[in-house]
């Protein structure tokens, strides 16, 4: 099984729908979490960090659920520049604390 | 600022060659590492470093060298390249690896180097 795990996608959503992914990780002592967006053929960027509590960022919000060992990206009123694919990156002290990535779900949002 | 720059873009090597990927940063972080990046799979750690004369290993560090002998600078080398070194490679850095999930913890990406390797 994959440490992290993402839905490839692609989500093709109408331009102001509400899409939201999820991100399963298996390693329970997983102590940080990231979303990262990378454009097509571009290096990836930080999108928004996820607390425990749940992090909001104008549009976007992060879950965390630790119980079922998950997080999720949802994305509100969504915009034609949405379209990227968005990475799931989760860090644990058993790997040093270096970060593990997923291979990311693709989002296409149509006008 | 820069940020992280990372030469060349792009690169063809014959089955056996050998290459330097550059690296340079100006932001002043502690923390630096290489990925490489394939279809269908989410980024592999190659190499990282946590300062300047400190390297150590990734997930998938056979085949490749790295040397940090200031704190801009995190050349990677390909040894001997090999059809299966064929892929995207980012250099990246940041102040903190990914301990606490702060704001220290953000990866800073170069633009990427495509490999292709004949």
């Known amino acids: 099984r994959k440490e992290v795990e993402q839905d490839p996608g692609p989500f093709n959503v109408p331009e102001g729908a509400t899409v939201a992914f999820n991100c399963t990780y298996s390693n329970s002592a997983s102590q940080s979490f990231f979303w990262y967006r990378q454009d097509c053929r571009k290096e990836p960027k930080l999108l928004m960090s996820?607390?425990?509590?749940?992090n909001e960022d104008g549009r976007f919000t992060a879950q965390l659920n630790r119980a079922s060992q998950y997080i999720s990206l949802l994305i509100r009123d969504s915009k034609l520049s949405d379209s990227a694919t968005y990475l799931c990156v989760v860090s644990t002290p058993d790997s040093n604390y270096q970060l593990i990535w997923g291979a990311g779900t693709k989002l296409i949002i149509k006008p | 600022n820069a940020g992280v720059t990372q030469t060349p873009k792009f690169q063809v090597l014959k089955t056996g060659q050998s290459m330097t990927l550059q690296c340079a940063q100006d932001m002043n972080h502690e923390y630096m590492s290489w990925y490489r990046q394939d279809p269908g799979m989410g980024l592999r750690l190659i190499h990282y470093s946590v300062g300047a004369g400190i390297t150590d290993q990734g997930e998938v560090p056979n085949g490749y060298n790295v040397s940090r002998s200031t704190t801009e600078d995190f050349p990677l080398r390909l040894l001997s390249a090999a059809p299966s070194q064929t892929s995207v490679y980012f250099c990246a850095s940041s102040y903190t690896p990914g301990l606490a999930g702060g704001p220290g913890d953000t990866q800073y990406f170069g633009p990427g180097t495509r490999l292709t390797v004949l």
């Open positions: 996820v607390y425990s509590s749940g």
